[in-house]
């Protein structure tokens, strides 16, 4: 896949997390994207060093299945690192 690639697979995976795993986040769209990217290369890192597996193309369901789980972990991270800063009041 090449860098479009990367950043409409970012896109939608951070979209699919979000609708995964709402609530109210500090970051806006941008940030969402950013994350979905991060969890996109977090997943084939996963995939490739847990799971003895590799991202396949674009459309394949291996793909998507290891960018949502990276991107549901760097949004937990996120959360925890974040929004533990917002919530001293």
């Known amino acids: 896949m090449g860098v479009l690639g990367w ?28 994350l979905g990217i ?13 799971f003895d597996t590799d991202l396949g193309t674009f459309f394949d369901l291996r793909t998507w299945g290891l960018a949502i789980l990276g991107a549901l972990v760097i949004l937990v991270l996120y959360r ?3 929004g533990s800063g917002r919530r001293r009041d």
């Open 7 to 34: 950043i409409v697979l970012g896109l939608l995976a951070g979209g699919i997390a979000k609708l995964l795993m709402p609530g109210r986040d500090p970051g806006g769209c941008v940030i969402t994207i950013l």
């Open 38 to 50: 991060g969890g996109a290369l977090l997943g084939g890192w996963i995939g490739r060093n847990a």
């Open 80 to 82: 925890v690192v974040i």
